[in-house]
């Protein structure tokens, strides 16, 4: 009965809402409730995808770090009506899937189904939302499990060397903590922690949902309004997220039994919406993105220091970061630092030539359109840039705004954020030592 009335509900005029907006890069909605959805017709897909943001950060596990991962994931292990198997049967046995994961600055639950089944989909999202049952013996499953992978992550160097370079990057911050915890703040972790972090963040007003693929748009939105009426905004306490800094270099390295140094290597620099993060990222393009990149080439192909290398450069809302990661054999670490130094002074000092720009212009827009080919990355990109405060029309502008960056862009860039450099490296420290 429950399902043929929510098909009715689909096939009903739009109900009203109190602010929408429609662009080349989708529609805004934004619920009674103040829930964002952002909405996106593909019929080229025979699938959807639903992305649904938690936008709270690991600073709100305050001093629980892990605390955010656990909870999201117990949402999918069980509601008062369903339990952990059955939700995953429901979407399964109609050739779906659904999982949940936690980021530094948000926590997603994330569906893709065939589009005949769209609605049961939003009808297990909507449960899943509302009644889970947070059950003793499904914690106690999931602490388990959580506590099995931090184990196994111990043993790859190369999240180690993340790790320790993000303890030293956001030092004093909550972002200096991974998002997962750690084995003895995750087994501190109690259901009451669990229901409380779940009843402070898991509200309307925290919530962006993201659709994209074989959908009607206006059936749709009505659709959602009365599914998700139940949910009631609440007041959010404030994330305390302090702007990081650094007034000197900062250099730490782990010993592990390996046959390779892991070495990430980089800066502070802006959020995602600062007007500089474009430039930033076409620097990022240039010294380390692909194989055709100065890092890549000059390393790697030319010197051979190198077994892999690339640059990063993520979009976050508070301060970002800039970061050269390399993997790199024992008897040329020191060798291979230079050269990752060299090749920072050296964008720095010389001006990019227009052909090179030009060229780096269009493979991160090549990137770019290749990222947006499958329906789940496209609602992905909808919901994070919403979040991230750059506004779900990003999407659409992003391409254009490459187009925008010049040579001089590039040396500003480079010259006032590659300054004071945090490095961590992972690695055989019995084999080798840096000079």
Known sequence: MKRAIFLLLLLAACTNVPFEEHTTAGSKYV????????????????????????KRSIAADGALPGLGHFT?????????????????????DVGGTILARTYAESSEIIIEVPSDHFTTALEILHDVLTHPAFAPEEIERERTTILDELSSKYDNANVMAEELFMKNMYFGHPYANPKD???????????????????????????????????????????????????????????TLPVSAHTKPLFETKHMPLESYYIHTGYLTVPANNTDFIKIRLTHGILGSGSGSRLFYELRDKRALAYSVYSMTPSVRTNGFFKVIMMSRPNVLNQSLAGINEQLQRIKKEPVSPEELATVKQ???????????????????????????????????????????????????????????????VGPFEEGTIS
């Open 363 to 425: 493979k991160l827009k090549g990137f770019f359109f290749l990222d947006h080919q499958k329906t789940p990355d496209q609602a992905n990109y909808l919901g994070l840039y919403e979040m991230d405060g750059l506004g779900y029309q990003y999407d659409k502008n992003y391409p254009l705004l490459i187009d925008t960056v010049t040579p001089e862009d590039i040396n500003y860039a480079a010259n006032t954020y590659f300054t004071i450099p945090v490095t961590a490296i």
């Open 31 to 54: 619920l009674a409730n103040n829930m964002t959805v952002l909405l996106k017709e593909n019929h080229d897909t025979g699938m959807i995808a639903i992305d649904l943001f938690i």
């Open 72 to 92: 999201n994931r117990m949402l999918l292990a069980g509601t008062t009506t369903r339990t952990r198997e059955k939700i995953n049967k429901e979407i399964e």
């Open 181 to 239: 915890g750690y084995p003895e703040t995750v087994k501190k972790i109690t259901r009451d922690d669990i229901v409380n972090h779940y009843n402070t963040w898991y509200t309307s007003n925290d919530m962006i949902l993201s659709i994209v693929g074989n959908i009607n748009e206006k059936p749709t939105i009505a659709a959602i309004n009365q599914l998700f009426s139940d949910m009631k905004p609440k007041p959010l306490p404030p994330e």
